[in-house]
């Protein structure tokens, strides 16, 4: 295997392990577009590094870039704390002026024609292939600094990104918190500058972080994964570019980031958008079965046993054709109604199942109009919104709290209720 394949490939790995690490702190902490402002900021830093120490090297130029990352987060929270101007447009301001000088300094160094100036403007998108042994040894070592720095001080980390104002109050030394996660920000993003580009590093270190979060609901296991996606996203932007030498490695390792970020969106269990829809329709079917079993029981105490036409079921403003006839051939499929010439009644499980329904509904309506003091003529509405969801375990709460009711606000039966033990 190509040894210089090697090197992009470790490198950029590093690269991406170390900011999909920090990215997620800055994610939760809803700063990505300060990770963006820094990001373009450090091209003037880069230029200054490069006219101080006339070589290309990233050993030399990696300083400079921290020291313009720091000054652009220092420009964004004073702009943002001395004036009127908020924080989002601080981030734009600083964004903007950082950058443009970066570009004018840039501009002016490849005027003078000097040899080594050249492949400069490679730090506005990346490139990879510059990727040397020696830059490995800085990856590794500014990694394991920023991993034993997450480590050590992981629990004010964690609870400063989550409830910075309650870390305060706790005695936590937050300034000094955050202060280290900025700076791991910084380093994060200036690590990158090589490889990925100053145009790009942000999506860097946040996209593995977004992608992470539909997967996972504690911090430990979003950064592990923010890691690994990070770490896939390097390998194949590395592969394609080896395989396509036209291709660069920087913009194919962020697209095959976002790839994964928009797979995620979309099909992440529990948290993705299609999951999200479909608990959605089930809870829809689940609602509008239980209105038509509520439906059918009203009809049944006027007339028990009677079958009864859909248009009787429909007369009710919560039914519409379509999925009243869902509904229908659901619960007649579950065994909860018997058909007969195109009318329906319930059968005896149907008649359990709605007097469970309507049970709930009545508790509620007596918990709103004797705990939270509704009238009796506005409890309903919110009745019929809570009914669906009550578990057995908050009914059996319900009762217990109402000492075994019998009647409802409207002095109407509760199914199913038995005297106090």
């Known amino acids: 295997m190509d040894a210089n394949l090697l090197w992009v490939l470790a490198g950029c790995i590093l690269i991406s392990i170390g900011a ?28 200054l590094s490069y006219l101080i120490f006339e070589e290309k090297s990233l050993w ?7 020291i313009a990352g720091w000054l652009s987060l220092l420009s964004i929270e004073g702009i943002a704390r001395y004036s009127k101007i908020k924080s989002d447009s601080a981030i734009a301001i600083v964004l903007s002026v950082f950058f443009a000088v970066g570009i004018v300094l840039l501009t002016r160094i490849q005027a003078t024609a000097s040899a080594g100036s050249s492949g400069l403007d490679a730090f506005l998108f990346g490139k990879a292939a510059a990727i040397l042994p020696g830059d490995l040894l800085l990856y590794f070592l500014v990694n394991t600094l920023m991993l034993l720095l997450i ?32 700076t791991l920000t910084v380093v994060a993003i200036a690590m990158g500058i090589q ?16 992608a992470a979060r539909f997967f996972s609901s504690s911090l430990g296991t979003m950064i592990a994964l923010a890691a690994v996606f990070g770490a896939i996203g390097a390998a194949f932007g590395v592969w394609v570019s080896y395989m396509a030498p036209a291709m660069p490695t920087g913009p194919w390792i962020v697209v095959l980031i976002s790839f994964i970020a928009i797979v995620s969106f979309v099909f992440a269990p529990t948290k993705g958008l299609w999951f999200r829809r479909r608990r959605q329709r089930l809870l829809q079917r689940k609602v509008n079965d239980e209105n038509l079993l509520k439906r059918m029981y009203h009809l049944e105490e006027a007339a028990k046993g009677s079958y009864h036409s859909t248009y009787q079921l429909a007369d009710a403003p919560q039914f519409e054709g379509r999925s009243m006839e869902a509904s229908l051939q659901r619960l007649k499929a579950a065994g909860a109604l018997e058909e007969r010439a195109g009318t329906f009644r319930l059968s005896e499980s149907g008649f359990q199942e709605a007097s469970r329904v309507v049970r709930l509904h009545r508790l509620w309506e007596l918990y709103l109009n004797q705990r939270v003091n509704m009238a009796t003529d506005h409890v309903h509405h919110d009745a019929e919104a809570i009914e669906h969801i009550i578990t057995p375990e908050l009914e059996e709460a319900l009762i217990k709290d109402l000492d075994y009711p019998l009647l409802d606000p409207h002095k109407s039966i509760i199914p199913g209720m038995k005297p106090a033990p």
């Open 60 to 66: 030399a130029l990696f300083p400079g870039a921290l």
């Open 195 to 210: 490889a990925v580009g100053v145009v790009l590093m942000a999506a860097l270190v946040i996209t593995p972080a977004a």
């Open 20 to 47: 999909s690490i920090v990215g997620c702190f800055a994610f939760l902490r809803k700063r990505s577009l300060a990770g963006d402002a820094v990001a373009h900021a450090l091209l003037p830093g880069i230029a």
């Open 151 to 182: 480590w050590a001080w992981y629990p004010y980390f964690k609870l400063y990104t989550f409830d910075p104002e309650f870390a305060a109050s706790s005695g936590l030394p937050v300034k000094r918190v955050s202060f280290l996660l900025s």
